[in-house]
């Protein structure tokens, strides 16, 4: 049968991803746990999902591989298997194997095919522990229909109404074959909607679905227990559609009678509360008491949609800031009161689309658990891994980048922070090291943390390293505290193959994590103390969007500084600056502060304008102060921040674009490529 | 000003025909598919884009966008321009891209029979030849027809 699956791949997507993520974290579980079975049910209950949902997708070696996954965690379940590091092993090989397909499908390429390995694998891994598998193999075939035949005579809820009536009526009246059906769908069966479409298929090819029990969009949704209702109408011959609806898996016919025109009557929806219909839903739930989830509803949308809505509340905005404006030139009392109005509504606004950019970093951390799982079983380390905070939320733009830098933090921490197992012992340390990952939110800040309690950073190898890399002289490395000197491993050039060992990854620097972050407009710190562990502390802005911003202006032009690089503003006088070797400095609360003229890193031409009060803006790259000299400071301000474009990206010392009030556009300086 | 004046000097019978905006630059006539434009404007506030090529007059806010815009006299080292009231702004969205470019004046929008688009970049063009995608004659006129998808992408990279 021909069936626009399109429609469905990308329900099927986004559920099969959502039964990979669980099949994962109950695995985890059931790892850590081996007795605690009762996780198996769920995990079964996934695979077994998946496997429904690939069959009928058409997506065969996926379902493949599903089932015969299903066998062995039958067995496991059933305890007719014991669940070894070997078993888990496997099935995690087959997870895994299950998300490259479901990518490649994703893609739109052709799936993965060839799980010969996995399946062998799991078979034998069978056959080896299980002599009594008799039997076993029925649960695979679990999606067999297991309705009652309800006899014909059950009360249905159809209810007419007038127009309803009339359509029938005229119907009969012209001798067509009008019919009720009531059609009966397996339970167990995964994505009714796909069944309810081939149904109306079926019948629409030769004769009208003209009623239904649920709504047509219920039924859509998927939204009915294990049957719905129908009125049909045909010319002449039922059998052949009838057979048809027979012939698709999963749906049975369980009754159909001529629509008798007697009972053609208006109904009073009241009935629809009924106690049969009630009664029977309730049944159903009964049976499978842990199905009942709260729906929620969900969208999901294009960033670029929601980029768009942002655009449109900021222009909102700017217009109102003119309204506001005549509403003052001209003095119309009525007019400011409704600009009011629009105002608390625009600014309402302007929060909620905010918030729709939120989500829960969640997403991010799932990934996690399987990673620390995988890479300390390649270690031979033993670690006990923590998450907090998994639903603290962040714009979609910087969950999109946040998970590399994590990642590689988590790989750093065990492979060079968390200490081999006998080694712990022998430092009087808990056997499994132990990692923390926490989110939390804080005022306009998302903290996120990453703990261990290993090896720490040892300062005195840094400080070799630092010299031995020319980056302190010897000197220099002696005045420097241990603070100071940890703060290193985030220079770049640092990471190298000799200090791998001890506190980096695998040929990503430190630096590259400190670059992203600092890309997010983030800002990364780490305690370490050697011998206990070492403590990432990231902070990051909630949105990318809309910051905080400091205005100046110099000669004609207005420029906007992300308060992130901001330290302070300061007015200092002519004479206080003093010039080393063309550069000029000036001393701050007893520390020498470099002096960059803000019309130069611009491509202002000098003016010779002398006054003696200077505006300065000390503002920061990395753990270098700069002062910024500025015609004026305008003051703080929230700004939408808006990409130059494709032609203009990547120009140094430019981060974007805001829309003034005045509709003019400013320029974002960039503080890291300005200077 | 004449809409279609198809002239019918070769084929009797119109072929397919595409609509262009002309426009002037240092004296010169040129073309660019009227598919191309988003807009004509005149000359809107433009903020200076520091450290941008010298050919980037900067970007304008138009309805919310920022949009950069490109002074095809420096781009091309054609003879000085003054802003005048005839300079005009020719937005332009190519595919994702959007741009603008300052021109001279707008003159006009007329249909040109592609059959009669000449692709020999062999004769005299004070432009960049890349950027062209051939000449029409009109009566004594010479229209260059640009395209400007070639611009904007050499821009990017």
């Known amino acids: ?675 | 000003m004449s809409l279609s004046k198809v002239p019918l000097e070769k084929n009797q019978s119109p072929g397919e025909t595409m609509q262009v905006v002309v426009f002037f630059l240092a004296g010169a006539e040129y073309a660019v598919e009227i598919k191309q434009v988003e807009e004509i404007n005149r000359l809107l506030n433009i903020t200076r884009v520091p450290h941008a090529p010298s050919y980037i007059e900067g970007v304008i806010n138009l309805r919310g966008n920022i949009i950069p815009v490109i002074n095809l006299h420096k781009k091309f080292n054609l003879s000085g321009q003054e802003f005048d009231p005839q300079t005009r702004i020719i937005v332009l969205k190519i595919n994702d891209l959007n741009a603008a470019i300052i021109v001279d004046r707008v003159s006009e929008v007329i249909y040109l029979e592609v059959d009669h688009i000449v692709a020999d970049t062999q004769f005299f063009s004070p432009i960049n030849a890349e950027v062209i995608e051939g000449m029409v004659k009109r009566e004594d006129r010479l229209i260059i027809v640009l395209d400007l998808l070639k611009l904007l992408n050499k821009e990017i990279n």
């Open chain 1, 1 to 675: 049968m021909e069936l626009d699956m399109n429609k469905y791949l990308d329900v099927f997507l986004e559920e099969s991803r959502e039964h990979i993520r669980t099949l994962n974290s109950r695995l985890l579980q059931l790892e850590k746990n081996p007795q605690e079975t009762s996780g198996l049910n769920e995990i079964f209950r996934s695979a077994h999902t998946l496997k429904g949902m690939s069959s009928t997708m058409g997506f065969i070696a996926l379902a493949d591989l599903t089932h015969h996954m299903e066998n062995l965690l039958a067995e496991l379940k059933e305890g007719k298997m014991q669940v070894t590091s070997r078993a888990i092993d496997i099935l995690f090989a087959c997870i895994d194997r299950l998300q490259i397909m479901i990518d490649d499908i994703a893609g739109g390429k052709k799936p993965h095919e060839d799980n010969a390995d996995l399946i062998h694998a799991l078979e034998t891994i069978r056959s080896a522990q299980a002599e009594t598998a008799a039997g076993t193999t029925q649960h695979a075939e679990a999606v067999v229909l297991t309705v009652d035949d309800a006899p014909d005579t059950r009360a249905h809820g159809m209810i007419y109404n007038d127009y309803d009536i009339t359509i029938l009526k005229e119907a009969l009246s012209r001798g067509f074959n009008v019919q009720y059906l009531n059609i009966g769908v397996a339970p167990n069966s995964m994505m009714k909607a796909v069944r309810v479409f081939m149904v109306f298929k079926a019948l629409e090819e030769s004769g009208e679905v003209i009623k239904t029990n649920p709504s047509a969009q219920e039924l859509d949704e998927g939204k009915f227990d294990d049957q719905f209702e129908l009125i049909y109408i045909c010319e002449g011959d039922l059998t052949k559609a009838l057979a048809r609806i027979n012939q698709i898996s999963e749906v049975k016919l369980l009754g159909n009678h001529a629509v008798d025109p007697s009972e053609l009557t208006v109904t009073e929806p009241v009935i629809k509360a009924g106690p049969q219909s009630s009664a029977g839903a309730a049944e159903v739930k009964k049976n499978e008491p842990d199905m009942v989830a709260p729906v929620r509803h969900t969208v999901r949308v294009d960033i670029e949609k929601l980029d768009l809505l942002m655009n449109l509340v900021g222009e909102l905005v700017m217009h109102k800031g003119r309204l506001e404006q005549i509403g003052v030139l001209y003095k119309m009392e009525e007019l400011n009161n409704a600009i009011e109005q629009i105002d608390r509504i625009t600014s309402d606004l302007q929060s909620v689309v905010m918030k729709v950019r939120m989500v829960p970093i969640e997403q991010v951390f799932n990934r996690f658990p399987r990673m620390v799982r995988d890479l300390a079983k390649e270690l031979d380390k033993e670690v006990d891994f923590y998450m907090e905070g998994k639903e603290t939320e962040l714009d979609r733009t910087v969950i999109d980048e946040i998970g590399d830098p994590l990642l590689h933090l988590l790989r750093n921490a065990i492979d060079h922070g968390l200490e081999l197992p006998q080694q712990r012992l022998s430092l009087q340390k808990k056997r499994q090291g132990q990692l923390y990952l926490r989110a939390r939110h804080e005022g306009n800040h998302v903290f996120i943390e990453v703990e261990d309690d290993g090896a720490g950073i040892n300062p005195d190898k840094v400080r070799e390293r630092a010299i031995e890399s020319g980056l302190l002289g010897i000197r220099e490395a002696e005045q420097l505290s241990d603070e100071e000197i940890i703060k290193l491993v985030f220079e770049s050039g640092f990471s190298t193959a000799e200090v791998v060992t001890d506190i980096s990854g695998r040929g990503v620097g430190m630096d590259v994590v400190k670059s992203k972050i600092e890309a997010l407009s983030g800002e990364i710190i780490v305690n370490s103390k050697p011998g206990y562990g070492s403590l990432f502390k990231i902070k990051l802005p909630l949105t990318l969007a809309i910051i905080q911003a400091m205005m100046v202006t110099v000669q004609s032009e207005t420029y906007a500084i992300p308060l992130t690089s901001v330290d302070e503003t300061t007015m200092i006088s002519a004479r206080d600056i003093k010039v080393i070797q063309g550069q000029e400095f000036i001393t701050l609360r007893g520390s020498i502060l470099p002096l960059l003229r803000l019309n130069r890193l611009v491509e202002l031409p000098e003016t010779d304008q002398t006054t003696d009060e200077i505006y300065v803006v000390v503002v920061h790259k990395g753990s270098k102060q700069v002062g910024l000299v500025v015609d004026t400071l305008i003051g703080q301000q929230e700004i939408v921040i808006k990409s130059l474009g494709k032609i203009l990206d990547g120009i140094p010392g430019i981060a974007g674009a805001i829309i003034a009030r005045d509709g003019s556009v400013c320029l974002i300086l960039d503080v890291a490529t300005l200077f």
